[in-house]
């Protein structure tokens, strides 16, 4: 049998060793410790990528949806807006021809009564020059009847009166050359 001072000094051998042991228990669950959650932040870094990165690519899908929602309603509206503008130059034009169809009506209207005018006037003033220097004389019906030719007009010839005398610038009956016209 053992004495004391060998069961002592198994004793503390063995206690030495148990401790020994459990520092190097503790350090090896340290350790595993430490790597479990080293793989468990790595696993999750990994997650967090592949998150992100979905995350990123069903962002960029919906941006390009947006985008070609965006670019439909923007050629909708710019074709809107050509097709009115196509409308509305189409209207000017036509406003614009009207208008000037009208003046153009105006214009000739103008000229016509001016023109009108104008031969009511001379027509007017040759019968009273007419008139006056051969007042009593024969005048031909055509000459003072507002006839569209006037006196200048084409040759008549008119039987004369008995005794009637034939005024100056009215045609002869045996002279069918137009006289000039006065103005």
Do not use: C, W
Request: no cysteine.
């Amino acid at each position: 049998m053992p004495d004391p001072a060998a069961i002592e000094s198994q004793r503390e051998a063995y206690s030495r060793s148990l401790e020994h042991q459990l520092e190097r228990g503790n350090l090896s669950l340290q350790e595993q410790h430490k790597a479990r959650k080293q793989q468990l932040y790595n696993a999750a870094q990994q997650r967090k990528q592949a998150l992100i990165l979905q995350v990123e690519q069903q962002i960029r899908l919906e941006e390009m949806a947006l985008d070609e929602q965006t670019n439909k309603a923007m050629l909708g509206l710019k074709k809107a807006a050509l097709d009115q503008r196509a409308a509305l130059d189409q209207q000017a034009a036509g406003l614009t021809l009207e208008y000037q169809q009208r003046k153009m009506q105006e214009e000739f209207a103008a000229t016509q009564a001016e023109i009108h005018r104008q031969y009511m006037e001379s027509n007017l003033k040759l019968q009273n020059e007419v008139n006056m220097h051969h007042s009593g004389a024969f005048i031909p019906p055509l000459a003072i009847s507002g006839h569209p030719y006037g006196t200048a007009g084409p040759a008549v010839a008119t039987p004369q009166p008995q005794g009637a005398t034939i005024p100056q610038g009215v045609l002869h009956n045996a002279s069918l050359q137009p006289h000039s016209r006065r103005g």
